[in-house]
């Protein structure tokens, strides 16, 4: 990610240029960077081995060193501007440094070719340019420079605003083949879904999820086939089918393909019938290791779904129970099911442990671990899938790492506290045990106020958070009521954040830092968050 003003720019050519019907150029290595705008005519251009199509509104943004080839078409001339310029990497101090999309100058996602959709302006601002360079003086050269920032600003926009329509246009597909692979899904007709031809369909699709659309959906199915072959009331025969395979023999080549196991081996092996009865979304740490609970606890007050399971866990628990862990759950609602394994923490309304055990030889009882990794491992351990658990922790490291250095123009920018409205209670989060803190101010790198030395959370008046005065305030976990009853308050209005419009309050009710599927949607929800607050 580069930051704004690490480049500058310094236009050095800007010419129209033709190619006669059948030209061929030979092969050069352009030692600026340029910009290739398409006019009229068709014809293809090879950019380091990559083909790409030459039609009016196309652009190509050369880089210095590129392996560069071009044909005209046999029936038509190719007409087009060639615009090149250098940039010229400045010094640029620390403390300037902020957030910066991605953009057709700099970063991974730089594109190579795209269509034009505003190719007036463009056209206009070309021509512009051009004219400029046939004008003297210090004048004309700077009216240059700045029609040429106007150009790379359009571009800019431009780009951004078509990736934004494709990857909802990708999204749309993605989305209907998530509810509908136990159909019969037509792969060939998702591009004209998408607004795509077939091409361009499959190359932005294989960007966003890394895969091409029927090894999209073939993960989907065996993904679902998975969860069903976990609940053992089920057939191979069914699943298939229940998955969109009409033909048995080759479900079972596809599964074993993707899952190394055959559907057979896998029931044997992983179809473990557990129940959780618990405070924290266990769930959670089971999916991620292939394996769906028979029964699991929900909140229903909290979670926006109809299941009462977090949104980013409601469509892979599909089959799953929900257990109110809002209100006493008793044994005989869990034990009528069958199961092989309970994991049973004690918890509000539910500190009954040994009941539990007392009725069954098979419920595992604990009462929790500091760090959400600790409770990956010991349900790891308890499952037989140790590798696969460390496979996640690291997953999540990395995420962990990105999600950092994104946020590090953010989280340099002052001192932040983290509080929470509970149940009448002011709350003020610790630096360190609870995933939460961990989380904020170890992983994303926010730096807390330095009287916040405290672990877990403590409770505090309005009039201490008053005499602490943050800098800057972040509400979690908070009911809309209260936050606007406190923000109410005088007592509020003299807090420095409150003043200096300091505050944040993301929608943040299902992030929960405590497993990785809930952490992994914390961290893309919270680093979303706050790019477009901070911008």
Known sequence: MRAPFEFSYA?????????????RLRPIRPHTVALCYITKGSGTVLIDDTPHDIEPGACFMLQPGMFIEASAAQDNDVHFFLLQYIEVKLPVPERNICI???????????????LIVAQVTVLSVLEQLEQSMLERGHGAWLRGQ???YELLYVLHSDYESQKQNRNESIQRTIDFMEQHYMERVKVGKLPDMAGMTSSSYCRAFKRKTGMTPGEYLTNVRVQRAKDLLAMSNHSIKDVAQGVGFQDELYFSRVFKKSAGLSPTIYVKKYGQRIAIVSKLFLQDHLLALGIKPIAAPSFPNYCSTASGFPVYLH??????KPLNAEQHIHPREVLMMAPDYILKMNFKLNQDNQVWTDMTAN??????????????RYIAKMVGKEQEAEAVIRNIAYMEEQAKEILRPITRTGKWTIVRIHENDLRIQGISGHAINDLFYGSFGFQPEAEVTHSFYKCIALSELVELNPERIII???QRDDVMKLQSNPLWRELRAARENRVYVPDSFEWDPWGPFGRAHMIRESVKYFQQQCR
Do not use: N
Not at 12 to 21: E, L, N
Not at 100 to 114: L, V, Y
């Open 100 to 114: 910066k999309p991605a953009d057709p100058q700099h970063g991974e996602s730089r594109p190579i070719a795209f």
């Open 11 to 23: 236009l050095v050519s800007c010419k129209r240029h033709s190619f006669q019907a059948g030209f």
């Open 315 to 320: 469509h892979l628990l599909h089959g799953t």
């Open 476 to 478: 979690l976990w908070s």
């Open 363 to 376: 419920t595992i009882s604990f009462d929790g671990f500091d760090s959400w990794h600790g409770y990956q």
């Open 146 to 148: 700045a029609m040429l």
